[in-house]
């Protein structure tokens, strides 16, 4: 049975895109069928988080309007052959994103992978809605900051009231993703803890990521973290939340890029 | 960067952060609760009134508001007019 992930915030700039491109390529890497999808109409990046902007002939909304089969707007990945990407389109209005229409993509894209990951759109408005809507899990990406906190809140709410899942009823799967994080600001007591936001929030804690440079050297070449630097903190801290993710139970760690003093002196090379 | 002396000086501000938040959220959680209670309220008086009045959906308002202690339930129907019809 496939499942349809959406990874969402409320807030922008928390890192949605990095962490559907992420998750994508490590659920990829442990053999399963992906397909990650940019819901982020007029504001298309997953294509250019995924290294893969110059192959986009077709997006979600030809498919939606018929101009265009969903095999045809589907991109394959270089490095992996099980994970695709369904691209946002970048010039067409909002609105010819139809929610009948979205509903069939996701249809169609449930028979031929195990894993839909749906990178949302920003703000409470009708495309994150949209983005959420067909989701059985949902991904809330969080930073350790006021107000993402307060928009993540916003979200949670949203999933328990205005999902498909939630009209019939049933329950929507959320797990919270901690981005960003800077354990030793945290341990300085200038940043809210893990503690503090699984305290606010209260769902289930998938993986805390930390800030990391390595996150930005992987979008400048155009290559999901978890492949680009596999080792890189945020790379393990992706690839322990995915087996979480798949049921596997993992202890909690912030992964750490910290090299010696000496390594730092010498030639580490700046991102 | 500031020195190490204000370093020293500096207080943490993360549990100030944690304490806004969860009195912020408690309130913005309450009234969020409270639009899914003025929707379902709003549907279920427009259902009872269609029963017995053909009004239109827009010409039923229905407002919850807070005044201090306690909260108001507004109800306010424009209908069409009511003929009374003589009893023979
Ligand atoms: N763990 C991290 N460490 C450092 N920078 C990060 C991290 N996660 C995301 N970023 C940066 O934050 C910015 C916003 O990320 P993005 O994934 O585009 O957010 P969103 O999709 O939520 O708007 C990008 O510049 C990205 O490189
Ligand atoms: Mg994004």
């Known amino acids: 049975m496939a499942k349809v992930v959406v990874v969402t915030s409320g807030k922008g700039g928390v890192g949605k895109t990095t962490s559907t491109a ?18 982020d109409v007029g504001l298309r990046n997953l294509d250019l988080i995924m290294g893969a902007e110059r192959r986009v002939v077709f997006d979600m ?37 139809t929610s009948e229409g979205v509903a069939k993509v996701i249809a169609e894209l449930r ?27 949902a991904i809330v990406v969080t930073n350790p900051e006021v107000s993402s906190v307060r928009d993540s809140d916003r979200i949670i709410g949203m999933l328990d009231s205005k999902t498909e899942r939630a009209e019939r009823g049933e329950r929507i799967e959320k797990h919270l ?16 803890k893990v503690e503090d936001v699984l305290d606010i929030l209260s769902i289930p804690l998938l993986g805390i990521i930390p800030e990391s440079q390595e ?57 | 960067m500031s020195g190490i002396f204000d370093l020293f000086k500096r207080r943490p501000t993360a549990n100030v952060a944690r304490e806004r938040l969860q009195i912020l959220l408690s309130h913005e959680r309450a009234s969020v609760g409270q639009e899914g209670l003025v929707a379902t309220l709003r549907e279920e008086i427009l259902a009872v009134i269609a029963k017995h009045i053909p009004v239109d959906r827009d010409q039923v308002q229905v407002k919850l508001e807070r005044s201090g202690e306690s909260s108001i339930l507004e109800i306010d129907v424009t209908m069409p007019p009511v003929r009374v019809r003589a009893v023979a």
């Open chain 1, 22 to 39: 992420a998750l994508g390529a490590a659920l990829a890497q442990n053999g399963e069928r992906v397909v990650v999808v940019d819901f």
């Open chain 1, 61 to 97: 909304i030809n498919v939606i309007q018929g101009d265009a089969k969903l095999t045809q707007a589907l991109i394959r990945d270089k490095r992996l052959e099980n994970l695709m990407l369904l691209p946002a389109s970048q010039t067409r209005d909002k609105d010819a994103l």
């Open chain 1, 111 to 137: 028979e031929k992978f195990d894993w839909v990951l749906c990178d949302s759109p920003a703000g409470i408005e009708r495309g994150a809605s949209l983005a959420m809507h067909h989701a059985d899990i």
């Open chain 1, 177 to 192: 993703l901690l981005t960003r994080y800077d354990p030793v600001r945290a341990e300085r007591g200038d940043m809210l």
């Open chain 1, 215 to 271: 996150v930005l050297r992987a979008s400048n070449v155009g290559s999901p973290v978890t492949l680009n630097a596999p080792i890189s903190a945020p790379a393990r801290a992706y690839l322990d939340a995915v087996r979480r993710l798949r049921g596997e139970t993992v202890d909690m760690t912030v992964p750490s890029d910290k090299v010696g003093l000496v390594a730092r002196l010498f030639g580490r090379r700046a991102a």
